[in-house]
Every structure is written in structure tokens, then in C-alpha cells.
């Protein structure tokens, strides 16, 4: 089984995603958590990571190429806002998260805050948030011609979408599975 998760930073992909592998017995891979060891690779913040990455392609389709590498050899759950493009034809599910904008910005704020300690605020991790997309979204439209602003196109391009502003993730795995089974 091959299942793709994708959503803005927030929405809780990565989350769900490491839970339905459990579920499944599936490996986990995700593009954000290579994304940021690049990133330290590289001694760079995240934003920083985004903006050098928009000036050099390689980086992205470097991932890309990875996560589709990972996917290709199956039994896998993969998280990252292109890994449902690169295996469309060979997932078995492409899950797509949806959160409204505050939620999302306050759980990364919580979760940030965690990591970072007291150096971060709600705005400051709104910015950074609204700041990343930004630059994500600019560099799949340069590189791919994926406009992933168009909610209407992805939408279209997934088998299963659940909104998780008001629901606990246990929801969103039961709502997830739920789907899977119904349509065997």
C-alpha cells in the first residue's frame, strides 16, 4: 500500500501520516523532516532554507526525487505538498489535510515554542508560517507549474480530504480509515 499525505504547514500531515503507518505497519518518510535536516545542513533557518531553495532548484528536485524513490518501492506513508503529484498514479490513497489559518498558526506556534523555547511568538510564527508558503508555493509554480494556491485543483487531485481545525488527530485517523475501508 502506497498512501500520500498533503497539506499547509499546520494541518497536521506529519502527525497522521507516522499514525496511519503504524495502523498499516507501513514506513514513514517525510519531505519536511529532510527539508529541515537540509536546512541544518546548510546552517540556515527554515525562511532562509525556503528563499536559498527559490534560488536553487536542485534542492527541491532533489526531495522530490528522494520521496519518490521512497514511495516507489511501496508499503510506505509519505508527507509533503508534492508527494501525491510525483506518485499519482501509483498511490493507493493521496490524503489531503485542510485547517483553517489560525489553528494551524497556533499549533505551529505551540509546537515551535516547545522546540525554541520563549524566543518565538504568534505573530513571529505567523510570519515565518505565511512567509514559507509563500515562497513553496512561488517555487513549485517555477518549477513544476503547480499552483498549489488553487485549493479547487488539489482538492480534485486527492481521494480523501478531512478538515482538522475542529477535530483531534485520533478523529482525523478514524475519519481517514474509515474512508479506506468504505471503499474497498
Known amino acids: 500500500m502506497l498512501v500520500t499525505f498533503a497539506g499547509l504547514h499546520g494541518t497536521g500531515k506529519t502527525t497522521v501520516a507516522k499514525l496511519i503507518a503504524e495502523k498499516f505497519h507501513l514506513m514513514h518518510y517525510s519531505t519536511g523532516a529532510l527539508f529541515r535536516e537540509m536546512a541544518q545542513e546548510y546552517h540556515m533557518t527554515l525562511v532562509e532554507f525556503s528563499d536559498y531553495a527559490a534560488k536553487h532548484k536542485k534542492i527541491d528536485i532533489k526531495l522530490d526525487k528522494k520521496m519518490k524513490q521512497l514511495g516507489l518501492k511501496g508499503n510506505a506513508v509519505l508527507d509533503g505538498q508534492l508527494c501525491w503529484y510525483f506518485l499519482k498514479n501509483e498511490a493507493d490513497w493521496k490524503v489531503l489535510l485542510t485547517c483553517d489559518e489560525m489553528t494551524r498558526i497556533q499549533r505551529i506556534f505551540e509546537r515551535d515554542r516547545e522546540v525554541k523555547g520563549g524566543n518565538i511568538t504568534l505573530e513571529s510564527?505567523?510570519?515565518?508560517?505565511?512567509?514559507?508558503?509563500?515562497?513553496?508555493?512561488?517555487?513549485y509554480k517555477d518549477i513544476y507549474g503547480i499552483d498549489l494556491s488553487d485549493m479547487d485543483f488539489v482538492k480534485r487531485n486527492h481521494n480523501i480530504v478531512v478538515d482538522t481545525t475542529n477535530i483531534g488527530i485520533n478523529d482525523v485517523v478514524e475519519k481517514i480509515v474509515a474512508q479506506m475501508k468504505s471503499a474497498k
Open 125 to 139: 510564527a505567523r510570519k515565518e508560517t505565511l512567509e514559507r508558503e509563500r515562497i513553496e508555493q512561488a517555487r
